[in-house]
């Protein structure tokens, strides 16, 4: 509920239309409950005494009070929708943007599948709720009370049946409404279950092909979708036994008033139309008992769902702007000071005490084992993540004290999964640089060995990328994701395993294009084939989180056992050494 209120910031700027639409529906319940009076006028008063004139008066009165009820409910439906959409469009626009501020550590308390469900069906149940509220929250109860008061006004000689009725009518609706949720929010979490089997088995297609696992995944999804089926046909058989009967409490509710009012017209205490006024009554009270429930029920369905918003839009973004940060770009001195990192509080260390020094315009090599650390290294420039203990200094600057967003210009990562996106090439490289000409397309191209692919395609740069490029070989994908790092010239290129799936030729191309497009670059080549690092100004070797070895490629074959191994594995294996 706590979380429920946090988000009532959101309505604020509605507070107009949020205020209105319960005015209106006022207007309408009003108008609603004076008909059945009406009506009793007309019988009692107007045909039992055959005044032509003040039926028509009666009745002229009842279509307006319908008129002005058909008005308060299109007007207040309007308003109502309109907070309900306007609050439910900022609030996913704010959680949206609040989930691309992520840092990569916020990003990892969270699946991808849950921020989905924050931001689609999570932010529709907040909506319905809010319309439920706006528009039936005060229906219900004032339609309870109201008819209950219009009761004592106008059959007062039948109020105390209602002592009777109305809490077996306000039990059969608890009991309703209590077994039929029940059943429907089990319905809902088999469907959640199966949302994320789909999900899961449409990525990983692929992979389910390959290891022949089809008839497994197809099992799997039975299973649930039988659970699904066997949930909706119990809801389903619930509702259908307890809407008949509590028809027909309603029913023998209604004659037993009926009974009891047909003794007292025979008795003269009351005329025909007091009853029917009552009957139309006791129909309004149980409306506004079911409109109540309802709309709790929504409202504890939309709580949860509040819940996992506010936690994400509350998620503290440990990637922060320091106070005054500097915004003059880099000229791309680097240097790593004791660096230690560790994913987890608790986790080993991934990055071990790892000291050592670029110049700006260097080219830097990083080799070692899978799971070395690498990436990780490479991960602190950015500031996808902060360091646990030491310094990166850039320029002779603590890195923090860089505007996160002028450091990120200074960068051009090529990361090991190309991560492209669904439109076109030259949309994707714009994501380096907007402001682009063709011709400078066509170099970032040229320099990655892309052009020779992208010029093949019917449209070539307009040629529109698949949903995670699964046009493009994955030796494509790399040359795209290098191509889009080149475009915005940065201070600092990192290129992360980008020509593992890149043949020994078109490598070559890249390393000479870098070299005469990039002299005054920093430019970090991680690598596990030592083809790609072998001419860079210092290479960095690295085990298991420990920078073990640097320099050349010369001194590490006379300084690094490690090193030499790892040339003379490559060697036995057919290894290209470029030169
Ligand atoms: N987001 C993450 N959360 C937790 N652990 C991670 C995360 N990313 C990487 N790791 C772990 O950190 C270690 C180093 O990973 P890293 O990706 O830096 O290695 P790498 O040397 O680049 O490997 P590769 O050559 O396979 O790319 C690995 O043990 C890996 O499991």
């Not at 890195?399 to 210009?409: E, F, H, S, V």
Request: neutral net charge.
């Amino acid at each position: 509920m706590k979380a429920a209120w946090k988000l009532k910031k959101y309505l604020h700027p509605y507070i107009f239309f949020a205020i209105l639409a319960p005015s209106m529906m006022i207007l309408e319940v009003i108008m609603d409950l004076v008909q059945p009076t009406i009506l009793q006028k007309i019988i009692d008063n107007g045909i039992a005494n055959g005044d032509e004139q003040y039926i028509i008066s009666m009745f002229g009165l009842m279509i307006l009070s319908a008129f002005i009820a058909l008005i308060g409910g299109v007007a207040c439906s309007t308003y109502a929708t309109k907070t309900a959409v306007n609050f439910a469009t900022d609030v996913r626009q704010d959680l949206y943007e609040t989930i691309t501020r992520f840092s990569e550590r916020n990003k990892d308390h969270f699946t991808l599948g849950k921020l989905i469900t924050n931001l689609t069906s999570d932010i529709e149940t907040l909506q319905r709720a809010v319309i439920m509220l706006l528009k039936v929250f005060v229906r219900g109860p004032l339609m309870f009370i109201g008819a209950i008061i219009f009761v004592y006004i106008t059959a007062r000689e039948l109020f105390s049946v209602l002592l009777y009725v109305v809490p077996i009518l306000a039990i059969s609706v608890i009991i309703f409404t209590q077994l039929t949720g029940k059943f429907f929010r089990a319905v809902q979490e088999v469907m959640d279950q199966m949302n994320t089997k789909v999900q899961e088995n449409l990525a990983g297609i692929r992979v389910i092909k390959a290891f022949n696992r089809k008839a497994h995944q197809i099992q799997q999804f039975l299973e649930v979708n039988g659970l699904l089926t066997k949930r909706n046909i119990t809801a389903e058989q619930v509702v259908g036994v307890l809407m008949p009967l509590t028809a027909l409490i309603v029913n023998i509710g209604l004659v037993f008033a009926l009974w009891i009012g047909a003794i007292k017209v025979e008795n003269n205490i009351i005329e025909v139309g007091v009853i029917l006024a009552f009957i139309n009554y006791l129909m309004m009270i149980l409306q506004g008992l079911i409109s109540s429930s309802n709309v709790l029920i929504q409202i504890a369905r939309a709580i949860p769902s509040a819940e996992r918003i506010v936690t994400v839009l509350e998620e503290p973004n440990d990637i922060q702007n320091c106070h005054e940060p500097i915004k003059n770009s880099p000229r791309g001195e680097v240097e790593f000071k004791n660096v230690s990192f560790s994913y987890t509080k608790q986790g080993e260390p991934v990055l071990k005490d790892i000291s050592f020094h670029v110049k700006a315009g260097e080219t830097i090599g990083i080799i070692g084992m899978t799971g070395s650390g690498k990436s990780t290294m490479m991960k602190m420039l950015p500031r996808a993540f902060d360091v646990d203990q030491g310094e990166v200094l850039i320029d002779q600057q603590p890195i923090q004290y860089y505007d996160l967003a002028t450091l990120r210009q200074a960068i051009g990562f090529a990361p090991q999964k190309a991560a492209l996106f669904s439109m076109s090439i030259e949309g994707n490289l714009k994501y380096g640089k907007q402001d682009v000409s063709l011709q400078e397309i066509n170099e970032a191209l040229e320099a990655s060995c892309a052009a020779e692919f992208v010029e093949k395609l019917p449209d070539r740069e307009q040629h529109v990328l698949s949903q995670g490029a699964t046009n493009l070989s994955g030796g494509q994908k790399q040359r795209l994701a290098m191509s889009r790092a080149f475009i915005r010239k940065p201070t600092i290129l990192i290129l992360d395993d980008t020509t593992s799936a890149v043949d020994a030729i078109s490598e070559k191309k890249i390393q000479q294009a870098i070299d005469s497009n990039f002299p005054n670059s920093t430019k970090f080549i991680v690598s596990s084939k030592v083809s790609s690092i072998k001419n860079a100004d210092q290479i960095l070797v690295i085990e298991d989180g420990r920078l073990i070895a640097s320099g050349t490629h010369e001194e590490l074959l006379q300084s690094s056992e490690y090193y030499m191994e790892i040339v003379e594995t490559q060697t036995e294996k057919g290894g290209v050494m470029n030169d």
